[in-house]
Structures are given as structure tokens and as C-alpha cells.
């Protein structure tokens, strides 16, 4: 079926079958590939994009699901001109990225909660970043890089 999606601002037509993953449409029709596949079953968070603001798990998401709701990928944090949000630098000042693979789920998950903390503590950073798996390891720097980025936007 014909879908309209709204991503990162512009509305996309799209042809998928109504349950087809969110995540695949954005991938494979869409060439939006911030969102990465990790598990698949909803439990990494490395799919992860924000739908009407709230995080939300895009490769158990159908499509149909989504369609006039806003979604937000890692391209749509990006000024106009092109420069990282404020959130993307300091993962890049703070080498938070190890391989990378979770770093999109990462910071789609901490834009919406800085959105509703921008004075958070380090443990409610972790409480937050709960749900986001890291395979390298690279937490204490992806903490740091959330906390660096609330400062500097306060
Ligand atoms: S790929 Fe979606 S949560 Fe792991
Ligand atoms: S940096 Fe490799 S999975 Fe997080």
C-alpha cells in the first residue's frame, strides 16, 4: 500500500505492506540508515527513533503504525547548515562511539530525554540510557557525553 511518512521533516511516499518494520522502509526504500538493525526484537535499542517525540523502537514498529506521526532519525538532529546538534558533538568531543553501531539509537534515546532533563544527573543519565546496549562497552563515555551535552546547551 502507498504510505506517507514524515521523516525528519518531509514527507516521504513510500510503497511496503502496512506491517512491514518501520526500520526496513526507512533502511531499504527510504535510504534513511541512521537507524541501525541489532537484535530485532526490540530489545537493543540500536533501531531506536523518536515518534512524536517519544523514543520508540523502529524494527518491531509497523509502518503503518507511524504514518502522519513525526519521526526522527540522527539526520534530522543536524542544523540546517549541516553542523551536529549540540548532543552529536560532544559524542564526538567525548569519543563515545566506539564500533558505533549503537551510537544512533544512543542519541535518538538521549535527545528525548534532554528534552525533558537538560539538567540531568549522571545517575538519571543511566536510567535513561537503561534500555540502549552497548556491545563495546563504551557507557561511562556515552554518560559523559550527555551530561557534557546538557551543560553546554544550559
Ligand atoms: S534492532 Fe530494534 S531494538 Fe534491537
Ligand atoms: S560503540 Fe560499539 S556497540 Fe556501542
Known amino acids: 500500500m502507498k504510505i506517507t511518512l514524515n521523516v525528519d521533516g518531509r514527507k516521504r511516499d513510500v510503497e511496503a505492506p502496512p506491517d512491514a518494520a518501520l526500520l526496513f522502509v526507512l533502511r531499504n526504500d527510504l535510504g534513511v540508515n541512521g537507524p541501525k538493525f541489532g537484535c530485532g526484537l526490540a530489545q537493543c535499542g540500536a ?78 543519565v543511566r536510567k535513561a540510557m537503561d534500555g540502549n546496549l552497548c556491545r563495546c562497552g563504551s557507557h561511562n563515555r556515552i554518560v559523559r557525553a550527555i551530561l557534557r551535552a546538557a551543560k553546554e546547551v544550559a
Open 47 to 124: 533501531c531506536t527513533v523518536l515518534v512524536d517525540g517519544q523514543p520508540a523502537r523502529s524494527c518491531s514498529l509497523p509502518v503503518q503504525s507511524v504514518e502522519g506521526a513525526k519521526i526522527e532519525t540522527p539526520a534530522g538532529l543536524r542544523g540546517e547548515d549541516g553542523s551536529p546538534s549540540p548532543l552529536q558533538k560532544a559524542f564526538l568531543e567525548e569519543q563515545a562511539a566506539q564500533c558505533g553501531y549503537c551510537t544512533s539509537g544512543m542519541i535518538m534515546t538521549a535527545t528525548a530525554f534532554l528534552r525533558e532533563n537538560d539538567n540531568p544527573t549522571d545517575q538519571e
